[in-house]
T-cell receptor, first 111, second 113 residues
Framework: GENVEQHPSTLSVQEGDSAVIKCTYSDSASNYFPWYKQELGKRPQLIID?????GEKKDQRIAVTLNKTAKHFSLHITETQPEDSAVYFCAAPSRDDKVIFGPGTSLSVIP | DSGVTQTPKHLITATGQRVTLRCSPRSGDLSVYWYQQSLDQGLQFLIQ???????AKGNILERFSAQQFPDLHSELNLSSLELGDSALYFC????????????FGEGSWLTVV
């Protein structure tokens, strides 16, 4: 069945350092890979996404890379700031249209 | 504001009771998704509807049911409530089915006492 794994579960970095979160999916039919940021008590919000026809996408300090062969994609945040502290979720749709989210990564950026 | 509207925002009810959560998708979106998020937990996929029809089903309990109406709003019904059902229930919507950006509502906080 569909499965989305996410690592690490928690991540603590110094302000200004980079953070990388990796997501692994099982359904080879998945073709759209979003990343969401959820601040405490708020709704998840899309921060970046990538489709299977590209290997990398960048938006200012945030980038996502995709390796379809290995079935994993990663979120890269550079020059981290305290406001980047949140829980980050990856997601991958399965062939039966379920959109399954990873378990989340709690990122703490230490000033 | 994502354009997805959920009511009520907060709800406290007793065990054994039944509640209905309501969701209005973004204008133009045909898909509605329901997710459950317990304290410090991830987003558990419950069910998805597309243009009034059930599209995909996740780990939704038999005590829970949902539907999407002709005007595309959706309701999630939770019955015989247990303490463990206390959670944040998110509704989300997208234009189509797979491969489309999902936009989340603010969620409905359910507390079962």
């Amino acid at each position: 069945g569909e499965n989305v794994e996410q690592h690490p579960s928690t991540l603590s970095v110094q302000e200004g350092d980079s953070a990388v979160i990796k997501c692994t999916y099982s359904d080879s039919a998945s073709n759209y890979f979003p990343w969401y940021k959820q601040e405490l008590g708020k709704r998840p919000q899309l921060i970046i996404d990538i489709r299977s026809n590209v290997g990398e996408k960048k938006d200012q300090r945030i980038a996502v890379t995709l390796n379809k062969t290995a079935k994993h994609f990663s979120l890269h945040i550079t020059e981290t700031q305290p406001e980047d502290s949140a829980v980050y979720f990856c997601a991958a749709p399965s062939r039966d249209d379920k959109v399954i989210f990873g378990p989340g990564t709690s990122l703490s950026v230490i000033p | 504001d994502s354009g997805v509207t959920q009511t009520p925002k907060h709800l406290i009810t007793a065990t054994g009771q039944r509640v209905t959560l309501r969701c209005s998708p973004r204008s133009g979106d045909l898909s509605v998704y329901w997710y459950q998020q317990s304290l410090d937990q991830g987003l558990q996929f419950l069910i998805q509807y597309y243009n009034g029809e059930e599209r995909a089903k996740g780990n939704i309990l038999e005590r829970f049911s949902a539907q999407q109406f002709p005007d595309l709003h959706s309701e999630l019904n939770l019955s015989s409530l247990e303490l463990g059902d206390s959670a944040l229930y998110f509704c989300a919507s997208s234009v189509g089915t797979t491969g489309n950006t999902i936009y989340f509502g603010e969620g409905s906080w359910l507390t079962v006492v």
